[in-house]
DNA sequence: CGCAGAGCATGCGAAAACGCATGCCATGGA
DNA sequence: TCCATGGCATGCGTTTTCGCATGCTCTGCG
């Protein structure tokens, strides 16, 4: 008679992944659970939730209702959660934090080696990803991210700002120090403009010979001698083989910022963690800019 | 890892009901389930919720969290619950009325029986009680009330005013008039304050004899011939062996309303059932006033 | 001091929930 | 037309969860 409320639950992962293997992949059950579930709620509520098609379950008007509430329920654990680790005083477990996959593998790891060394009893969970995982929903503790802004409900540090420049293979530096006009090649983000209209007119030689959606593989192709990438500047300087090149003058990029839920931000984990690396960001600015 | 939501849902009881035989008896289940779910919420979230003393379990500041956002969640399932109650368009299924006990008896039970022709497939489920049921937490679909206003968060309807006055035996009744200034017993009910200054002073023979604290019984007594009882207008004249006595002239008292949850209030079921009541209770009306 | 009752822990057998394998059906491309 | 794929239903054996019975501890009372 009384609904279950982990079937709510299941219904909103239904909803939300339209078929059964989607919502199960997202509970981490079995499809037929999901499906048992459901049947179980529908029973209980006398009420049709999903129709069953052939292309999957279709939530009905009800099904609809129950998502919505429970999605309501699932922003409270959320808020539970969150809560829960903040208020969390313990030096010992886990903590999870996210950063890109190069800022962790050229910066953060001696960082990440220290707090480690300092708080044993911390588990770190290092998420490398360029994604923005859902600090909200607690996908990650912490977050060192790129952007002009913390974000709206986020709480957040500046650590640094950075710029970026050209770097190439030392080849390509001399071939270029030798003969600004002739031909060398560039590597473009994929999603990027056309090179500066500078560029051009300086370097009228410069040709735009790839483009790539990856900057860890643009950085690869660049060591092995591609072309000419403009990346961040630590980057560049931490990247064996490449050196500065004049073609773009370096010009300031998006701020590294440290930011978290505000829930989450005062946790003893949280706060230890940036008590580490606030200074060690603050040592290593000279890294970031020209 | 990530917790169960009926194990939050097992916190909040076990919060409400300070023992784990209290929730347990909330939630349908045996009281070892109650202590293994918490057991596993707490394994799961690495926290102590609750400390196990002698005389029970005492939530930690971690617990008092847990169940404070599972309130939250509670109240999701309870609007959701409504919603879908008002949202449901059959004229079959249960419904959930509540109504004192006295006025079902004397009043209610033909609408009821008419009710139950014109829907036959609507299974009508009455809670004859004078608790006021939490309509919030739909533990009945509409209730029919005696009071001074429906209810802040309530809609309502009401049905009809009413009068007390004061009902005996026809002895009694004959004694009043041969000697109004003779003795005469009076049943009181607990709660209230003395005879009026009015009747002591007309009848200076009334004297109270019993104070009772349930009206059912106070009716008994006056059909026993115990003594006069003020009692609504349409009770005294329901109860065979009972006549009306000049002693206590006819006053006005709360009106009878019903009243539901706006979610539920258009619920198909309900409106069927005011459909019944409304017309029933106009009709019925000169039985509750003087 | 002994006893009764309330409240909880633990162990065991029963019941429910679950995962897996199989089969059906619709769709879409070769 | 045939086949591959995605998605779901169903049956079966296993795992998990549950309820019940027993025993322990603490408190209050005569």
Redesign the interface.
């Given at each position: 008679m009384?609904?279950?409320?982990?079937d709510?639950?299941t219904v909103l992962a239904l909803v939300r992944g339209k078929t059964l293997a989607a919502a199960a992949e997202a509970l981490?059950v079995n499809y037929t659970t999901v499906a048992r579930r459901v049947s179980r709620l529908e029973t209980a509520?006398?009420?049709t939730l999903f129709e069953r098609l052939a292309d999957g379950y279709q939530p009905t008007?009800?099904g609809l209702?129950?998502a919505e509430?429970?999605a309501?329920?699932a922003a409270?654990?959320d808020?539970?959660?969150r809560?829960?680790a903040g208020?969390?005083a313990r030096l010992s477990?886990?903590l999870t934090i996210t950063a890109p996959q190069l800022l962790i593998a050229h910066v953060l790891a001696p960082s990440l080696k220290r707090f480690r060394e300092t708080y044993p009893d911390v588990s770190l969970q290092v998420r490398a990803t360029n994604d923005l995982l859902d600090l909200t929903r607690r996908e990650a503790d912490v977050a060192i991210r790129v952007s002009r802004a913390p974000g709206d409900t986020l709480k957040g540090l500046r650590l640094t700002e950075q710029h970026t420049a050209s770097f190439a293979t030392k080849d390509w530096a001399d071939r270029i120090r030798d003969d600004p006009k002739g031909p060398h090649d560039w590597i473009l983000f994929a999603d990027h403009s056309d090179l500066p209209k500078s560029v051009q007119s300086a370097y009228p030689g410069a040709r735009v010979r790839y483009r790539f959606d990856d900057m860890i593989a643009m950085a690869g192709a660049a060591q092995a001698g591609l072309g000419i990438v403009r990346m961040p500047m630590f980057l560049g300087r931490a990247l064996p083989g490449l050196v500065q090149v004049p073609c773009l003058p370096p010009q300031s990029y998006a701020d590294i910022w440290i930011v978290a839920h505000p829930d989450v931000w005062t946790g003893a984990r949280v706060k230890a963690f940036r008590d580490i690396l606030v200074p060690d960001m603050k040592t290593a600015r000279p890294l970031f800019v020209a």
């Open positions: 009384e609904p279950q409320w982990d709510l639950r981490g509520l006398g009420l008007e009800a209702r129950v509430r429970a309501a329920m409270e654990t808020s539970l959660l809560q829960l208020a969390d477990g886990p």
